[in-house]
């Protein structure tokens, strides 16, 4: 079973490449996001065409996810109980015998800034959500843009952002607590080394010269651990024309 992550950075401009890319790697299932696209304008027609059911929680002009999968994602939910906001960050469904959450994280601007604080507080709240979520769906899948680089092996240049947003303290101290969850980095469980990134600026020849960051993440349950093959990142379709300053992100799961 493959699994995807891509912050696809507008569905609208980006459809082309994300149809190529699932018709060349047919994964199984696949989170997006940064869509910026209405619910009432999501292309489910070519999705389905490509034999993809897709659940989404969208809004014009900004954020955005959803979730792709070859079977109908049941039990789909959209916010974080008990939190008001407006913003479409947070899409959860069953797949198979997997509870998948698709976040794309708060970038939270600058250091200190409101935005930052507003950052730290809803990665709480998905904490609270998630260490929930884990009692009733023990095999669970927590991928997404996290606009946060783990440690400094995920960044090109670690001096130059040392207590940078992305990089700050206390954003990789609140990654960390959805690691003690028992939520795995899988693509630490088969690359130590540094070097990877999933995110590269569009300026400064930033891809060319691998100026980049591992931000983009698919995080697997102590559940799965063992059901975990191999995982990677897809550097090709950040080559293509007009492509989104991501890359997809990849782990291959074992039959459960």
């Known amino acids: 079973m493959k699994i995807a992550s891509w912050n696809v950075n507008s569905l609208h401009v980006r459809l082309p490449h994300l149809c190529e890319w699932l018709t060349r790697e047919a994964p199984d299932v696949v989170a997006l996001q940064e869509t910026k696209t209405e619910d009432a304008k999501f292309p489910h027609a070519a999705f389905h065409e490509l034999g993809y059911h897709a659940v989404c929680a969208g809004q014009k002009t900004y954020n955005g996810v959803a979730i792709l999968a070859r079977e109908p994602p049941r039990e789909s939910r959209a916010d974080i109980p008990g939190f008001d906001d407006p913003q479409r960050r947070v899409l959860a469904a069953s797949v198979g015998d997997l509870r998948v959450v698709n976040l794309y994280v708060v ?5 200190g800034s409101d935005k930052y604080a507003y950052k730290l507080d809803w990665l709480a709240k998905v904490r ?7 009692q009733r769906f023990p095999q669970m899948i927590v991928l997404g843009d996290f606009n946060i680089a783990p440690d400094d092996r995920d960044v090109h240049d670690p001096e130059l952002w040392r207590e940078r947003i ?14 003690d969850l028992g939520l795995h980095d899988s693509f630490r469980l088969f690359e130590p080394a540094g070097g990877h990134y999933s995110w590269w600026d569009y300026r400064q020849a930033a891809f060319r010269r691998n100026l980049g960051l591992r931000i983009d993440l698919i995080l697997a349950s102590e559940a799965l651990r063992a059901r975990c093959r191999g995982a990677g990142i897809d550097r090709t379709p950040r080559s293509w024309e007009r492509p989104s300053d991501h890359a997809p992100v990849t782990l291959e799961l074992a039959d459960g």
């Open 107 to 111: 970038n939270g601007q600058d250091v």
């Open 128 to 134: 609270a959500y998630l260490a929930a979520e884990m």
């Open 166 to 179: 992305l990089c700050s303290t206390p954003e990789r101290a609140a990654l960390r607590g959805l690691f």
